[in-house]
T-cell receptor, first 114, second 110 residues
């Protein structure tokens, strides 16, 4: 069981470009969460998805950010027209669902916007 | 005031010492998580608890729901325990909709 896989681990983009971050949950986990850790700040919840559904996007910035978790393939966090303030570490975590007692985190994707 | 407060912010200990990290929260919760973030940035979930006490190896986590307080203890600390320890709570939403503390940076000297 490979755990939660995130890629790319490091991504450099210029202002105005798009960033796509991918997260493959643990086998058997159907719940995915995305978090952002800005430099020198704590982690913040962004969005919660189950297969083909966004369950809670209360932590997502209103513009430029979107997330999906298709029936097949990884969950994707998409940032359009990136700005320097988007530079951060983005973590995803997966969860088996009700009754499970642990979240499993990926290693994170570090986005740098030049 | 943050909804999740940790203390201390920084902690330096000698190898072998008993360590306690505290977490207080001001919201109703369904569960409290202790996480470990390594110097390389990866995050490991140590405990998820909603009552009482859990133990795993040299780590012990306790929670007092009435006092809205949790502690993480490390017995016989070792330099490899050096990391940032983060307390986070699930409050009202799903398990992973977490409110995070700012973390406690632990450094264990040999």
């Amino acid at each position: 069981n490979a755990g939660v896989m995130q890629n790319p681990r490091h991504l450099v983009r210029r202002r105005g470009q798009e960033a796509r971050l991918r997260c493959s949950p643990m086998k058997g986990h159907s719940h995915v969460y995305w978090y952002r850790q800005l430099p020198e700040e704590g982690l913040k919840f962004m969005v919660y998805l189950q297969k083909e559904n966004i369950i809670d996007e209360s932590g997502m910035p209103k513009e430029r950010f979107s997330a999906e978790f298709p029936k097949e393939g990884p969950s994707i966090l998409r940032i359009q027209q990136v700005v320097r303030g988007d530079s951060a570490a983005y973590f995803c975590a997966s969860y088996a669902g009700v009754g499970a007692n642990v979240l499993t985190f990926g290693a994170g994707s570090r986005l740098t916007v030049l | 005031k943050n909804e999740v407060e940790q203390s201390p912010q920084n902690l330096t200990a000698q190898e072998g010492e008993f360590i306690t990290i505290n977490c207080s929260y001001s919201v109703g919760i369904s569960a409290l998580h202790w996480l470990q973030q390594h110097p390389g940035g990866g995050i490991v979930s140590l405990f998820m608890l909603s009552s009482g006490k859990k133990k795993h190896g040299r780590l012990i986590a306790t929670i007092n729901i009435q006092e809205k307080h949790s502690s993480l203890h490390i017995t016989a600390s070792h330099p490899r325990d050096s990391a940032v320890y983060i307390c986070a709570v699930s409050s009202g939403g799903s398990q992973g909709n977490l409110i995070f503390g700012k973390g406690t940076k632990l450094s264990v000297k040999p």
